[in-house]
């Protein structure tokens, strides 16, 4: 006991001080090498003009040792002694060189995206000559929260594709603009997508025990659609009670809202026999409970597409109260986004204080953001001051807090989704929504102004404010644009699953534009002029050579001008300078002496 107290005491008198002074020291030492490379750093940053004099001042002082004088005027003397032939080879290799690196910058551009010299510059070189700044030291993600680390690693890009909750029907709609126009609206990608979905919400692995059921499962699978159609009929054949045959037969046979929506009551009946069926049976076994997952998810499909027949067909306070009813009944299947068509409905029944209820509810942190729920609060605020608001007395008297809420709410919702605003002002066509789009990419543009820009057109003065307002959100954003503002920067992999998403004829919108790196002009540039030069000189290789010595000879006569000028210019300043302070002190004396 006397031996471990001493110890302990031993520990507590020696060891622990100094192991605590040897981490003071250690953390001293890598803070002073810190502060070091900081230093360094900032001095590169902005003394580079210091350290560039004082490089010439250490060139002039060894200017004897390394016998300057002498190399230059044996520079010269070669100079004088080259022939036209010399420049034709010399600006020629300089343009092959120059239109090599042209090619690959271009090329490297048009893979990547970037600029492969910028990329280096910034990755590599960047580090050591002015160090990374920290970017989640500060900002905010939704609605100027501070971001933590857990909240910027749940907030990584994706490029996940949604169902899109307010597609068309394939037979009424889609089938019909294909008649009409002759073009396909759909792609096969999209169309691949919904094969996929329906074959995950209307099949179980125990399907294959029921005939129909197997039948469908056939149908799911099919490419052609009057194949899916056939497989339907024969699966109904089967069983009269067999809910996802009648739910394809109303997706892509009826030729009508009033046809879709009568097979989907149909199907309604069969669906609920099914599910009440099956709910009993569910805790019998695993194949029982999935079951009644797969006739549970039927059962919300079928309601939420007779509530979009409703409100197609003019009955939108019955398409809300079904989408009510189905968001009370099952509240955990949110895959589907029913709140998205319950704002549309509102939206169309003017209901703009159930329309702010259902966002206070939706329109949180920890939800994913939808251009629907960012717009529709941006109308709702601007709403209330677009019918008096005019872009002049804005300028002259300044933005009121009801202003500046609503064009703040406009600047959130761009720059969620820039592609919005040219679908909504018309200044881009609009096609026919796609059956699943990427959140914040150009096919949710186009499924959220198909539908919802007449609800902007209704509110007076709306668009207008849209308009004088929108494109100041890309002042706001941070360069470069992977920071982001409001929201997690704006993935870079949008574009290509647009492409996949939308119709061969839209032009897809892409942002940011990709603009040509300065490098790449840089490279044209020089390379155009060497390439002309190399003619010229091959063209006229005398002229071309008195040309080339009047320059190597003029240049000092130049340097001398302008560091003249520069001298001249300082000393004008001094002098200047002197007198202003002469005048200031006989202004004090004749103070002094009143």
């Not at 005027?73 to 070669?78: E, G």
């Not at 032939?85 to 990547?112: C, D, N, P, Q």
């Not at 905010?140 to 597609?167: A, M, Y």
């Not at 009409?180 to 759909?186: A, S």
Request: proline letters at 5%.
């Amino acid at each position: 006991m006397n031996k471990t107290l001493m110890i302990s005491m031993f520990l507590a008198t020696w060891w622990f001080p100094t192991m605590q002074r040897e981490g003071a020291m250690a953390e001293v030492r890598v803070s002073l090498l810190d502060r070091l490379k900081s230093t360094i750093a900032w001095s590169w940053t902005y003394l580079w003009a210091l350290w560039f004099v004082m490089v010439l001042f250490l060139i002039y002082i060894l200017r004897a040792p390394l016998r300057i004088n002498e190399n230059i005027n044996t520079v010269a003397m070669f100079l004088n002694t080259l022939t036209p032939k010399f420049y034709v080879a010399l600006t020629g290799t300089s343009s092959l060189i120059s239109g090599l690196i042209l090619i690959f910058e271009w090329w490297y551009f048009r893979k990547y995206g970037t600029s492969f010299i910028e990329q280096v510059s910034v990755n590599h070189l960047g580090p050591l000559l002015g160090g990374v700044e920290n970017s989640s030291s500060t900002g905010s993600i939704l609605n100027g929260s501070p971001e933590t680390e857990g909240s910027r690693q749940s907030s990584v890009p994706e490029c996940k594709v949604w169902r899109n909750p307010l597609n068309l029907f394939r037979g009424a709609e889609y089938n019909r603009y294909t008649w009409v126009t002759g073009r396909e609206p759909l792609t096969y990608y999209d169309m691949n997508l919904s094969a996929q979905d329906h074959q995950t919400f209307f099949t179980c692995d125990s399907d294959g025990l029921r005939p129909a059921d197997a039948t469908m499962q056939k149908a799911w699978r099919e490419r052609n659609p009057q194949a899916r159609i056939k497989t339907a009929h024969q699966a109904r054949d089967l069983n009269n009670e067999c809910a996802p045959a009648y739910i394809l037969l109303a997706e892509e046979e009826a030729t009508t809202i009033v046809e879709a929506e009568r097979l989907f009551r149909l199907a309604l009946k069969a669906g609920e026999t099914c599910s009440r069926r099956s709910q009993q049976l569910q805790h019998h076994s695993t194949q029982q409970e999935a079951q009644h997952r797969r006739d549970t998810n039927v059962l919300v499909y079928i309601k939420r597409r007779i509530a979009m027949c409703a409100r197609k067909l003019g009955r939108t306070r019955e398409a809300v109260k079904i989408m009510r009813d189905l968001m009370k009944e099952f509240p955990l299947p949110n895959v589907l986004n029913i709140h998205e068509n319950l704002l549309e409905a509102l939206l169309e029944l003017q209901a703009y204080a159930d329309v702010q209820a259902v966002l206070a509810k939706y329109d949180d942190i920890s939800l994913p953001k939808s251009a629907t729920i960012c717009y529709t609060a941006a109308l709702l605020k601007a709403r209330s001051v677009c019918d008096k608001f005019s872009p002049e007395v804005a300028s002259k008297r300044g933005l009121s807090t009801a202003e500046m809420n609503a064009v703040e709410a406009i600047h959130r919702a761009v720059e969620f989704n820039p592609h919005v605003p040219k679908y909504l002002l018309e200044t881009k066509s609009l096609i026919l929504p796609p059956e699943h789009i990427l959140k914040r990419g150009d096919s949710e543009a186009v499924a959220y102004a198909f539908f919802h820009l007449q609800h902007w057109r209704r509110v007076e003065g709306a668009l207008n404010l849209l308009h004088c307002t929108w494109e100041g959100t890309f002042r706001m954003i941070p360069y470069p644009l992977e920071k982001g503002h409001l929201f997690y920067p704006y993935p870079s992999c949008t574009e290509s699953a647009d492409r996949e998403l939308l119709p061969s004829f839209h032009e897809v919108s892409v942002y940011p534009k990709k603009e040509l790196p300065f490098f790449i002009l840089f490279t044209a540039g020089l390379c155009s002029f060497t390439a002309m030069l190399a003619l010229l000189t091959h063209q006229f290789p005398d002229l071309m050579g008195v040309f080339a010595k009047a320059a190597q000879t003029s240049w000092p006569a130049a340097l001398h001008v302008c560091t003249s000028t520069v001298s001249l210019h300082s000393r004008h300043r001094t002098a200047q300078h002197q007198r202003n302070l002469h005048s200031h002190c006989l202004v004090r004396v004749t103070r002094r002496v009143s």
